[in-house]
């Protein structure tokens, strides 16, 4: 009973002693940068709800820590203080040496009894800072000899500790300026081995480098985002991304360097269960991304830590093993992650305020970030001398069985050429009479194909004669009367000149008169305005009809060219008028289509040849309905359109249709087709890597419908 006694004594003491309020800072020497961390009084308010007004009437115990550390917590924390300055100077800065707090404000009081608050953090833009700087800096304002009590108000998602300093503006930037110094140093030896090993990757392509300059990348970034420069130098506007920083890096620094240690010690051929267990690792790493984009900070946070300690025993684990079973590079890797796990428990114990918060500690995960990529780094070189030791046995095992193998092929050859000659003379004639049959069908298909063109070109030259003719004779019918009027006119002008000197110029305009009475000489007027315009419309489609033929005459053009898709349409219908029947209608869908590439006259060729079968198709029906050919043209996607022509003719069977583009079928009677047109329709379309379907059934007509991308050089449009 006594010893419960005297340990519920010490108990209450101890409580007691926590709840006695902190000394006030006394600032006297401004000559020195102090640090207050064991005159700060803290609370932590739980709800996250208080205002200031309810804070400061709570009850705050004394922190008794150099460098009090808050833990990973969601709640807000209340820090107050009292400064006495009995120095000369009445401006000092407040330092929170802790550039990962999301949220920090300062109450300060003004001389009438008001608080002013000063509201920091990474919620908002860089830029909102009074001082550049990626540490939390306050201007105190406080008179010599006075004393004042302040309130700092935090918030972090991450380890939250206060190392607070106190002190004049030039003593505070010499700090910073020291620490940016080093960790300048720190950033250039990671540089300098970044760009080193990635120009060893580039001469070797070992994946192992290009690994560890990701890995190497990813610890740079990790240091650089707890010290705070990520967010003052790289997205200085994007709070969101300073505010997750600190989670979504070291997770990318922790797959990085699993995959690194998987790579570099070939843990899937040295230790398979080690290389399964590294990427449970993996996984969870991935799964801490689900956290941090729910925003449930503190649980991504703390997951990340797991990960960290989990994956860092595991490799140190990995490592051993395989060094254990004789792999060299696993020396070096356990000497360089050793350093490194000694650096971070020195860092982790310096959380836990189990070693000081002081410059040994505050740069020793830094020095052995640093020293680790060093000699990660020797690691990656004595490799490529093991890999050299290994390539040259390998090349000397490989010249023996070359050698081996040359005896063997030179006693093969002997008998292999005599083989070879037998089967090549052998070749050498069957390859003589293919050459010969091959000849003789090219020379025969020439004569088809040109078969095919001159029927063609006899068809679409008498259609062009007879529609030439037309216009012609309708001008020349014109210029017998038109002549005759003007003879008229000019008899008129010659009285009229008659007049000059004559006496009696009245009787000489009464007899023009009556002469121009005589003649008719208005309806001379109009006769002469019609049989103009009558050559005039003669002289328009006579110029139609020539532009229609040399828009259609590119059949024999070779280069790709931008066209019209409408005008090789409009000038093939024009050709083909004399041809057109009477009940035909003609029905145009045309959609806003740009130019596009293509051999101008192969194309021309594709609508005169299809045209030219709809015209049949319609021909062999029995007369007395309206017929029509309907042409629609769409923009189907950014680099293809399609042209759909359909007529009204007899159609076709599903036999017919499955062979209508296969060389020398045709339906028509012997020697009326060749049967070569559709195929070289179809063959002309392949070239333009483009695509031709026909729909079709017998007494419904037939639908052609052609997809031809934008540009001929592009074949990733049709699937």
């Not at 804070?55 to 009292?82: G, R």
């Not at 038109?482 to 003879?487: E, G, Q, S, V, Y």
Request: glycine share 6%.
């Amino acid at each position: 009973m006594p010893i419960r006694i005297l340990i519920l004594s010490l108990f209450t003491i101890l409580f007691s002693f926590r709840l006695i309020a902190a000394d006030p800072v006394v600032y006297t020497n401004q000559s020195r940068l102090i640090q207050i961390g064991k005159h700060l009084e803290l609370y932590t308010d739980k709800s996250n709800k208080l205002s200031f007004e309810e804070a400061k009437l709570q009850t705050f115990t004394s922190a008794n820590q150099e460098v009090p550390n808050l833990q990973i917590t969601p709640y807000t924390h209340w820090v107050k203080f009292t400064l006495e300055n009995r120095s000369t100077l009445t401006k000092l800065l407040l330092e929170v040496e802790s550039p990962i707090i999301d949220d920090i404000t300062l109450y300060e009081p003004l001389p009438n009894g008001e608080m002013k608050a000063t509201r920091l953090g990474e919620f908002t833009s860089f830029h909102n800072r009074p001082f550049n700087h990626q540490n939390y800096t306050f201007s105190l304002n406080i008179p010599t000899d006075s004393s004042r009590t302040y309130y700092i108000k935090v918030k972090a998602g991450e380890q939250l500790q206060l190392p607070v300093f106190i002190g004049p503006a030039e003593l505070v930037f010499e700090k910073n300026d020291e620490r940016e110094l080093i960790f300048g140093i720190y950033i250039g030896v990671i540089l300098a081995m970044t760009f080193y090993n990635l120009f060893i990757y580039i001469s070797v392509r070992d994946n192992s480098y290009l690994i560890y300059v990701c890995y190497n990348i990813c610890v740079g970034l990790t240091q650089a985002t707890l010290q705070g420069y990520t967010f003052r130098f790289l997205y200085p506007e994007i709070p969101w991304l300073a505010m997750h920083a600190t989670v979504l890096v070291p997770i990318l620094n922790g797959l990085t360097a699993l995959m690194f240690v998987q790579q570099f010690l070939l843990t899937k051929e040295n230790f398979p269960l080690g290389h399964k267990l590294l990427n449970y690792v993996i996984y969870f790493y991935l799964g801490c991304f689900i956290p941090t984009f729910l925003d449930y900070y503190t649980i991504a946070q703390l997951w990340v830590q797991v990960g960290a300690f989990t994956g860092s025993v595991l490799i140190f684990i990995v490592a051993y093993r395989i060094n254990l079973a004789g792999f060299a590079p696993a020396r070096f890797f356990l000497a360089a992650w050793s350093i490194f796990l000694v650096s971070v428990c020195v860092f982790v114990l310096r959380n836990f305020n189990v070693l000081p918060y002081n410059n040994y500690t505050y740069y020793a995960l830094q020095f052995g970030s640093a020293l680790e990529a060093l000699l990660l780094s020797f690691a990656l070189a004595h490799k490529i001398n093991v890999l050299k030791a290994e390539k040259e046995t390998s090349q000397a095992l490989a010249l023996s069985a070359s050698l081996e193998n040359e005896r063997l092929v030179k006693e093969q050859n002997i008998i292999l050429e005599t083989k070879v000659q037998e089967r090549t003379e052998a070749l050498q004639s069957s390859n003589q009479e293919l050459h010969v049959a091959l000849t003789n069908l090219k020379e025969a298909q020439t004569q088809l194909v040109e078969k095919e063109k001159m029927a063609s070109l006899g068809q679409l030259t008498a259609g062009i004669a007879h529609e030439i003719n037309n216009p012609i004779n309708f001008v020349t019918s014109n210029i017998k009367p038109l002549k005759l009027d003007i003879a008229d006119l000019r008899s008129v002008l010659d009285k009229y000149e008659g007049l000059e000197g004559s006496p009696d110029i009245s009787k000489g305009l009464k007899e023009i008169a009556a002469y121009k009475r005589e003649i008719d000489i208005d309806y001379i007027h109009e006769e002469i305005n019609s049989l103009i315009k009558g050559i005039e419309d003669g002289a328009t489609r006579t110029a139609e009809i020539v532009k229609g033929l040399r828009t259609f005459s590119r059949l024999d053009e070779s280069d790709v060219k931008s066209i019209d898709i409408h005008e090789g349409l409009d000038s093939t219908l024009v050709l083909l008028r004399n041809s057109t029947p009477s009940n035909l209608k003609i029905i145009k869908n045309y959609a806003d289509l740009p130019k596009i590439e293509c051999y101008a006259g192969k194309i021309n060729q594709v609508f005169m040849n299809i045209f030219t079968n709809a015209l049949n198709a319609i021909k062999s029906k029995p007369e007395g309905g309206d017929e029509y050919i309907s042409i629609t043209t769409n923009r189907e996607s950014e680099n293809l359109i399609s042209i759909k022509i359909k007529d009204s003719g007899i159609g076709m069977s599903a036999a017919v249709r499955e062979k209508i583009f296969d060389p020398f079928f045709t339906t028509k009677d012997v020697g009326e087709g060749t049967g070569l047109g559709l195929s070289i329709v179809f063959s002309i379309i392949e070239k333009h890597h483009g695509k031709i379907i026909v729909n079709s059934a017998p007494g419904e007509g037939a639908e052609f419908i052609i997809y031809l991308p934008l540009d001929i050089a592009n074949r990733s449009t049709l699937s």
